[in-house]
């Protein structure tokens, strides 16, 4: 997808099984897979894949996306790290 300011994204569209809108018909959604210049097309098959697994077991992908969040104390090391030389 081309959005009118010129990003390019990779997106998956779909519908998640038992899932409606206010009308009643089927949610569907686009799912969001990365910047076209930052992830590859083999790593967006594979994101697309495991989105579509997801939303057929009637799991939403958009609010069950398995992220690694660092503790503090890896931050912070991160930070001194990055700052020690100044």
Same mark, same amino acid.
């Given at each position: 997808?081309?959005?009118?300011?010129?990003?390019?994204?990779?997106?998956?569209?779909?519908?998640?099984?038992?899932?409606?809108?206010?009308?009643?018909?089927?949610?569907?959604?686009?799912?969001?897979?990365?910047?076209?210049?930052?992830?590859?097309?083999? !790593?967006?098959?594979? +994101?697309?894949?495991?989105?579509? @697994?997801?939303? *057929?077991?009637?799991?939403?992908?958009?609010?069950?996306?398995?992220?690694?969040?660092?503790?503090? !104390?890896?931050?912070? +090391?991160?930070?001194?790290?990055? @700052?020690?030389? *100044?």
């Amino acid at each position: 997808m081309v959005d009118p300011f010129g990003a390019r994204r990779w997106i998956e569209r779909g519908t998640v099984k038992g899932q409606r809108n206010r009308e009643g018909k089927p949610l569907g959604a686009d799912f969001g897979l990365g910047g076209a210049d930052v992830v590859t097309l083999n !790593e967006v098959r594979d +994101r697309a894949l495991e989105y579509r @697994r997801l939303a *057929t077991q009637g799991i939403n992908p958009r609010y069950n996306v398995r992220q690694e969040i660092p503790c503090f !104390e890896e931050i912070t +090391r991160q930070v001194h790290i990055e @700052r020690s030389p *100044t």
